[in-house]
């Protein structure tokens, strides 16, 4: 599986179900995402946007609907560090993600788009893929 960033792949959850994606922080990146999407082009619908921001220290959970973004969610943290390697676990349930980093879990985004509306997964930004895995519980 070529894990090239932007990675775009076919996606399809149902309640357990979980990504599982490790890869190395670019030592130059400000920002990178993790989407859960509605299709595969860029403009589908987003049911889960996991988006760490060095610039402003913190990580923002979001959906993006008929070309609107929603309130945010901000975790004023990041859990990652340039450089280094991580692991990110996006596990499903019926009401919520769950979001893992590196063995902690750091936040429940309620769902506000159907589950089994998700289609793809995209990763863009200043990381390196080491692998990208979809596990049922």
């Not at 920002?31 to 509605?38: D, G, I, P």
């Not at 750091?106 to 895995?133: C, K």
């Amino acid at each position: 599986m070529d894990l090239t960033v932007p990675y775009l792949g076919p996606l399809s959850l149902s309640p357990g179900m979980s990504v599982s994606i490790s890869g190395v922080i670019d030592n130059n990146c400000t920002r990178f995402a993790v989407n859960l999407q509605c299709g595969d082009s860029e403009d589908s619908d987003i049911a889960l946007h996991v988006n760490p921001r060095f610039d402003d220290n913190d990580i923002v959970f979001n959906t993006l609907r008929d070309g609107y973004w929603e309130e945010e969610d901000v975790v004023p943290e990041v859990p990652f560090t340039k450089g280094e390697s991580f692991q990110l676990i996006i596990t499903a349930s019926a009401e919520a993600f769950e979001i893992n980093v590196n063995g902690n879990q750091i936040h429940t985004f309620q769902q506000r788009m159907p589950l089994e509306r998700v289609s793809a997964i995209r990763v863009i930004g200043d990381v390196t893929l080491e692998t990208l895995n979809i596990n049922e519980n």
